[in-house]
């Protein structure tokens, strides 16, 4: 690996993903602002997650097979295009909610379609000997910007308008791609004969069905997905009506929104000692639970200090559900199939989930309950989760040498 590689590589993905977390605090509280409606935030965090859902199939096919960084390159510049549509349209007046949402899902299409190839790229440009420690490396950087960034944006969408905001998102896809571009290594390996899209993809699907501890993580990871999706769609709307954090002039919304990211650095402190002591299908029997336990404590919350105190256990146990999950596919899986499987894996979960949950949520809220019953609704999704785990014998009884 040559050093200067890895390091346009980790730079590329550390500004990369810095934009995306501006967008992912601007973009719900801008259609908030723009309609006043827990529905159409809601709509906002389907239509982010849905993408996975109709490409990940063909994104995970096509990663295997084409020039990743080229792909990753145009994917990138893409996305900029098309966020920068919206402070211009906010410049010119004729900014609308269908007009956000529509950017969000090319955005979200365009990332689908990135994470395919970008599970491929790191490990052709380091070697599989160097893997560990450089995607160590990734995870550890992006993780402390999940923990910086959403306050930092938070503070500025509560003084300012949201929408110039996406001007730094669009900014960031740019210096991304000309990093990208600059890398002189190999982010693709020989692909070898295609015998065709179908049969590519049934491979992917194949493994996934067979290997029964894989299976069953991935349907039960779809409902906790789903609770993601209710939290997602929920969260500005609920901070408003049910704490009193208002969408603009009141910075404890930036605290709100950096739960999560705190919660995921501690999982990712706590949870491979975890796994070596209880094995990765045994952590998921107990972290699934908990992140329903968690849920429930947010949801019971009506004070400002309390709530953010649940919220960060929530992420913790939530990141803590997710990352064994990753890991133990990653674990599993065979190096050939490595872009198709978790690619699928993902689709299947998180792009079946993330939108399901934030659909149910918003029908729920807008039609009496509000966010609180919006949020309800997505943990009770959760808990048939957490019940068809407890009841799967793969699960119970897996090997610990599989762990």
Do not use: K
Not at 220 to 232: I, L, P, S
Not at 354 to 368: E, K, R, T
Not at 390 to 400: F, M, Y
């Amino acid at each position: 690996m040559r050093d200067v590689d890895f390091r346009r590589y980790l730079a590329a993905r550390l500004i990369s993903v810095a934009g995306t977390l501006v967008s992912v605090v601007a973009l719900p509280v801008l259609v908030y602002r723009l309609t006043g409606s827990a529905g159409w935030t809601s709509a906002v965090a389907a239509g982010g997650a849905l993408p996975y859902l109709l490409f990940g199939l063909v994104a995970g096919s096509v990663a295997d097979r084409v020039d990743r960084r080229r792909l990753m390159v145009g994917l990138e510049l893409g996305a900029g295009a098309a966020l920068a549509t919206i402070p211009a349209a906010h410049a010119a007046g004729a900014l609308t909610a269908v007009h956000v949402l529509a950017v969000g899902f090319a955005v979200q299409t365009c990332f689908v379609f990135f994470d395919a190839a970008n599970f491929g790229a790191l490990p052709a440009l380091v070697g599989r000997e160097r893997l560990t420690s450089a995607y160590s490396a990734v995870f550890g950087g992006t993780t402390a910007l999940e923990l910086v960034i959403p306050p930092l944006a938070g503070l500025a969408v509560a003084a300012f308008a949201p929408s110039p905001l996406l001007a730094v998102n669009a900014a960031t896809a740019v210096a991304s791609a000309l990093l990208l571009r600059a890398i002189s290594g190999p982010l693709s390996a020989p692909a070898g004969p295609s015998s065709g899209m179908r049969r590519d993809i049934g491979a992917g699907l194949a493994f996934l069905w067979r290997h029964r501890v894989v299976r069953t993580l991935t349907l039960v990871g779809t409902t906790h997905a789903a609770a993601a999706g209710a939290w997602v769609a929920m969260l500005v709307p609920w901070a408003d009506e049910v704490l009193g954090v208002r969408s603009s002039g009141d910075a404890r919304l930036g605290a709100l929104f950096s739960c999560w990211g705190i919660g995921a650095v501690v999982a990712a402190r706590t949870t491979p000692r975890l796994a070596r002591r209880l094995g990765r299908a045994r952590l998921a029997l107990a972290a699934l639970p908990a992140s329903l336990v968690s849920g429930l404590a947010v949801l019971a919350a009506d004070q400002w200090i309390p709530a953010v105190a649940a919220a960060t256990v929530w992420g913790w146990t939530h990141s803590t559900v997710v990352l064994n999950a990753i890991t133990y596919r990653q674990h599993v899986c065979p190096d050939d199939l490595q872009s198709r499987v978790n690619t699928t894996a993902r689709m299947l979960s998180w792009g079946v989930g993330q939108p399901l949950g934030a659909a149910v949520a918003g029908a729920v809220a807008v039609s009496g309950p509000g966010p609180r019953g919006g949020l309800a609704a997505g943990l009770a999704i959760l808990l048939l989760g957490v019940i068809a785990a407890w009841s799967t014998r793969d699960l119970r009884h897996a090997p610990r040498e599989e762990t």
